[in-house]
């Protein structure tokens, strides 16, 4: 037996070990070539440290089987009747009343205090006054939040929450008193919404796409009728998209640190276009090399492209990204989008790019190439959306840097 | 790097076991050599530049006691003494100008008004370890407890080797010494220690640092925590260091195991003591053990004519046990604490009493001693200690709040098995499983594999959790 034990254990750990190297090459590999590459930049020990650091952080992020244990880890929790687990990373997730999952600390309170930010309204103020000045049409969209109108909801006395209702709501004010179009889909929700909170993924921080799809529905009503843009109020219809509906398919940011033994994972639409759709998609990536992607096809196949058995919100079109450009074959009306967003614009941005002749989606925590008033000249854009949730505002600078290249984060 | 680590666990610890029993197998030599790479690979993984220290530490060590023991051959003593003398002095140096110069001149400055400043040195992973075993090394050449060793690579691992390196047992050397060239590596002592290192993952990763969520929690905002929260927080750092150092000691035992070495042992339920006496000779065992040997004893101990020397000696000894842990006056206080407690125990004799009732209430006195002692520790400031007591008295506060009905109810599991887990189990298992040998290796073999994948589950899931004793 011992030597069986001894066996078992010395395989457990060489496996391990084998499989998360050959599994995760690419991580080790790229991390290490990245401390090669800047090595003139640093001292011979920093240079050392920084390579420990980046094989123990590819160790950690590529382990093998990372998710598997991840949810015995959740099993386990749930077995023993925990609300609040510790995540992956250290983060704090908890299940409120309506097993719904949520970012927090242990705190004594929720904090409704959340405001706005002065230096926020003005760039976006300054930004919309450039746009208009050329005649391009702008508008400023508040995506929803999770965490908004917490006081409707029943959560440990302990857990410590942000509630983002007041931010969305003084900047939906501010902004309208510079003469900003806004666009409040956080209020407007609320406003139409049975239950709120029944809006947004259970695993995930962000809205359901069911919702999104409502989000996008509003976004081109105003375009339209609040800012007279030359777009197909048709397309806007429920009837001309279909809803598959994939169950248990998704597994949301909060829902991945705690796994799916804690808490199941959401189920996940795909509305996709009745009518006939040909979109041509592009956009740059690569560590060693930037290469170009692009594809041509219709809805389906550009925006779902292979879609695996478990599907991510980013499954829209792209997860975030410096820069995406769709070009609709089906459409010549002219009308040239520029959607500056965070990731809940993600499944909006496909079906606007059905909505518009030319889209280009940029996010401008990773776009550091071109300030955006410069985009706008140099692409002939004939609307800008900016759209982001409450939780963006002000605490990003490089979000609201549209008048020069920010260097990111 | 940490035991309770992926890349210790799925990285470092294979290879290290590939080397030592593939490549290196048939040479003693090369396995040691190999050895004191991987430890010196292991230490420098937590900061290249403090390298350099602990190879200084090797070399002046190693030529010291060479110098010692050629003295002795030639019978100089007082050269042998000076040249003992100088090692001393270079150990404790090293310490004092990286642990404890930053503490000094702070308390300088404020008591005689001056302005002394000095950058800010950082403190080098496990530097009151390795001085302290460089120490023993040198004092059991000089007491001729141990060979000098001729080859400095061998000096070296002993001094670093990384089951040991970061955070004890201090491996005294009298006790290692003859392990370096004729230590037997065996299934039996492989699969004990592989039993030994799971046990202590175990520890530390399912419950030390579960624990920890609440005592760090409760320390970091006792000012306005309620009566029984201060206590859930008091009692779960209690344990949470208990599972924390005994289980990172239990890795280190494991792990010598399974390259032939055998260390002793640390800890040996320290919670059950009746004494605090009691409760020295079952906590950190070699810190302890060393103080013992190389302090205490030394001092005269307890043999000498006056009982005011018996105090002095065991004042001194806990004066310097306080000060090892840490440049802090909580630190010192908290030594102070022990001195008080166990000289008050030698003047009542309460520790060595057999009667029932006294031994009862010598168990619940020294857990408070020990659960008040901890707050001490594991506070920022004496002030702070100070009013975190309070709380424990409920001092102007509430008696019980929300965020502690929560805790309990959410850590009821943790904190039940935490408390059992302080009992002997293991031995109690061994003892009424010795008939039923089949069935006891079949059920040690599952249990350990279901710890093993829970601890990886945990460590998993857990980005960074150093262990307590890493500041030391």
């Known amino acids: ?409 | 790097m940490v035991f309770s680590s992926l890349i210790f666990l799925f990285a470092f610890l294979p290879c290290c076991l590939i080397g030592y029993y593939g490549i290196f197998r048939k040479s003693r030599k090369w396995q040691n050599y190999f050895l004191l790479i991987c430890s010196l690979l292991f230490y420098s993984w937590g900061g290249v530049k403090y390298t350099g220290l602990i190879l200084l530490s090797i070399l002046i060590n190693w030529l010291m006691a060479l110098l010692i023991d050629n003295s002795g051959k030639k019978e100089k003593k007082n050269e042998q003494l000076a040249w003992l003398t100088i090692a001393v002095i270079f150990n404790i140096a090293l310490l004092f100008v990286f642990k404890y110069v930053n503490f000094t001149v702070d308390n300088l400055n404020a008591l005689f008004h001056l302005d002394i400043q000095i950058k800010e040195i950082a403190l080098p992973i496990g530097i009151s370890f390795f001085t302290f075993q460089g120490m023993s090394y040198v004092i059991d050449v000089f007491r001729k407890h141990g060979e000098a060793l001729k080859n400095p690579l061998e000096v070296g691992l002993y001094i670093s080797f990384f089951p040991q390196l970061i955070a004890g047992p201090i491996v005294r050397y009298e006790t290692v010494a003859d392990q370096i060239h004729n230590r037997r590596e065996t299934v039996d002592l492989f699969s004990n220690g592989i039993g030994r290192f799971i046990i202590g993952l175990g520890k530390k990763a399912i419950l030390a640092n579960t624990l920890a969520v609440i005592s760090d929690q409760v320390f970091s905002q006792y000012y306005t925590a309620s009566g029984l929260s201060a206590w859930l927080g008091a009692i779960a750092y209690t344990l949470q260091i208990y599972f924390d150092f005994s289980g990172y000691s239990d890795m280190a035992i494991g792990l010598g195991k399974m390259f032939g070495f055998t260390f002793e042992e640390n800890f040996d339920h320290p919670y059950l003591s009746s004494s605090i006496t009691e409760f020295w000779r079952r906590w950190h065992i070699s810190m302890g053990t060393w103080f013992r040997d190389y302090v205490y004893f030394p001092l005269g101990g307890s043999r000498v004519s006056s009982k005011a020397r018996v105090i002095f000696n065991l004042f001194v000894v806990w004066m310097l046990t306080g000060i090892w842990h840490g440049a802090n006056w909580t630190f010192i206080l908290w030594g102070m604490l022990q001195f008080l407690v166990i000289f008050l125990e030698r003047m009542t004799k309460i520790n060595k009493s057999t009667s029932k009732g006294l031994r009862c209430f010598g168990h619940i006195y020294s857990l408070l001693v020990v659960i008040f002692g901890w707050v001490l520790f594991n506070s920022a400031s004496v002030l702070s200690a100070w009013d975190y007591i309070k709380s424990m008295f409920f001092v102007g506060i509430p008696l019980a709040d929300d965020y502690f009905f929560f805790a309990i109810k959410e850590n009821a599991v943790v904190l039940v098995l935490s408390v059992l887990c302080c009992f002997p189990l293991i031995p109690w298992l061994q003892k009424n499983n010795r008939k039923e040998k089949q069935w006891y290796g079949i059920g040690r073999f599952v249990v350990l594999s279901l710890i093993m994948v829970v601890a990886v589950a945990y460590v998993v899931k857990g980005a960074f959790n150093p262990f307590i004793y890493f500041n030391f």
């Open chain 1, 1 to 409: 037996m011992k030597k069986i034990g001894i066996t078992v254990f010395c395989l457990y750990l060489v496996l391990g070990m084998i499989l998360t190297v050959s599994f995760g090459y690419y991580s080790f590999g790229t991390g290490v070539l990245d401390v090669f590459k800047s090595f003139s930049d640093y001292s011979v020990t920093d240079s050392i440290d920084r390579l420990f650091s980046s094989v123990e952080g590819s160790m950690k992020s590529d382990f093998w089987k990372n998710g598997e244990y991840i949810n015995l880890y959740g099993g386990i929790q749930k077995a023993v009747g925990r609300k609040v687990v510790i995540g992956s990373n250290g983060t704090t997730v908890f299940k409120n009343q309506e097993n719904s999952l949520y970012f927090g600390n242990v705190s004594s309170k929720i904090d409704y205090s959340s405001g706005t930010s002065e230096k926020v309204i003005e760039r976006v103020a300054d930004f919309s006054a450039f746009c208009q000045n050329r005649n391009v049409k702008f508008s400023y969209v508040i995506a929803p939040c999770k965490s908004a109108y917490l006081d409707e909801l029943e959560f440990p006395a302990v857990i410590g929450l942000t509630d983002y209702t007041g931010s969305a709501d003084k900047t939906e004010e501010a902004l309208t008193a510079k003469n900003v179009p806004v666009l409040n889909l956080q209020r407007m929700l609320h406003d139409e919404s049975s239950n709120y909170a029944s809006d947004f993924f259970s695993t995930d921080h962000h809205w359901k796409i069911e919702t999104a799809f409502w989000g996008f529905q509003r976004i081109g009503e105003f375009l339209r009728n609040d800012l007279g843009c030359r777009l197909d109020s048709s397309l806007l219809s429920s009837d001309n998209y279909s809803v598959k509906k994939l169950k248990n398919a998704m597994m949301g940011s909060e829902g991945a640190r705690v796994g799916k033994w804690y808490h199941p994972k959401d189920d996940y639409a795909l509305i996709s276009p009745l009518y006939d759709t040909a979109l041509y998609r592009k956009f740059e990536d690569g560590y060693l090399e930037t290469r170009s992607y692009e594809k041509t096809g219709n809805f389906d196949e550009v925006v779902f492209g292979e879609l695996g058995k478990n599907v991510s919100y980013g499954s829209y079109i792209s997860f975030d990204r410096d820069c995406i450009y769709v070009d609709n074959l089906n459409n010549n009306s002219g009308e040239k989008i520029l959607l500056i967003k965070d990731s809940f614009a993600i499944p909006v941005s496909a079906w606007l790019s059905c909505f518009s002749d030319e889209l280009w989606i940029v996010d401008l925590r990773y776009q550091q190439k071109e300030s955006m008033y410069d985009f706008i000249e140099n692409h002939g854009i004939d609307t800008v959306i900016v759209m982001y949730n409450p939780q963006s505002f002000g605490s990003l600078d490089s979000m609201y840097c549209f008048d020069s290249v920010s260097k990111g984060n």
